[in-house]
């Protein structure tokens, strides 16, 4: 069984095109006439470009140009693993600080919201893992290159995200404890508390039912959470 919250979730597409992102005001003039490198992305091969100083901000990849897998001559970088619209994702938003679709302030509300988008999807699928909310294969993506600022805003985006099945949000919740580090709670708490929040929904799930039956690490963490969730209930109950 699935839920669907009362909003519609605002809905992604693939990012613009590169040459789009080359003109931004927060590229650095002097990383426009750095080399070009070009980016071989996942199992269907697809190609993307970018200057080399733009993809240096990760520390993973100036690793990479400066290591014994860069083949300088071609000046290529092979990333099988990843998916193509997810990369392209992170490319827009080291070129332009954020990617589509965009946040945006509501001054009146003094709140933040996704800007209006049509076509496309809020997931992705992952091979082997299924459909994955775009937003938490970006979190990953960025905890792996070391852009904590692209986690951040990963992260703020995920929590306007509704409409959303059980099935996708057990999926992600699950690639989220599978690609992220013990120490970095975040995303996994995020899930947690998502949990809880719709609780009525998910215990008539069955997709949670055989998700709890396979077990993990995740339900031991949702366990301690809605006890934790519990005490505070009973200790708001007990100063009334």
Excluded at 157 to 179: D, E, F, V
Aim: glycine share 6%; hydrophobic share 35%; proline share 4%.
């Amino acid at each position: 069984m699935s839920s669907r919250p009362r909003r519609a979730a605002p809905t992604a597409r693939k990012s613009p095109a590169l040459a789009r992102c080359l003109c931004s005001p927060l590229t650095p003039s002097s990383a426009m006439t750095s080399a070009i490198i070009t980016l071989c992305i996942g199992r269907d091969q697809r190609l993307f470009a970018a200057h080399e100083d733009v993809l240096c901000h990760s520390p993973y990849f100036q690793a990479v140009c400066k290591g014994q897998f860069f083949n300088s001559t071609a000046r290529r970088i092979d990333l099988p693993d990843e998916e193509p619209e997810v990369f392209s994702s992170v490319l827009e938003y080291l070129y332009k600080g954020d990617y589509y679709p965009r946040l945006e302030h509501d001054k009146k509300r003094n709140s933040w919201r996704l800007e209006a988008s049509s076509g496309g999807e809020t997931t992705v699928y992952v091979n082997g893992m299924g459909m994955i909310l775009k937003d938490t294969v970006l979190y990953c993506t960025a905890e792996k290159y070391g852009l904590d600022e692209l986690k951040r805003l990963a992260l703020r985006k995920q929590g306007l995200q509704s409409g959303i099945q059980c099935s996708t949000i057990l999926a992600s919740a699950r690639y989220a404890y599978a690609n992220t580090p013990d120490s970095d709670s975040k995303l996994r708490a995020h899930y947690l508390a998502l949990i809880i929040r719709s609780r009525h929904t998910f215990k008539r799930s069955g997709t949670m039912q055989n998700e709890m039956e396979h077990g993990g690490k995740l339900f031991f963490d949702l366990f301690v959470a809605m006890c934790n969730h519990m005490d505070d209930v009973q200790g708001m109950k007990g100063r009334h």
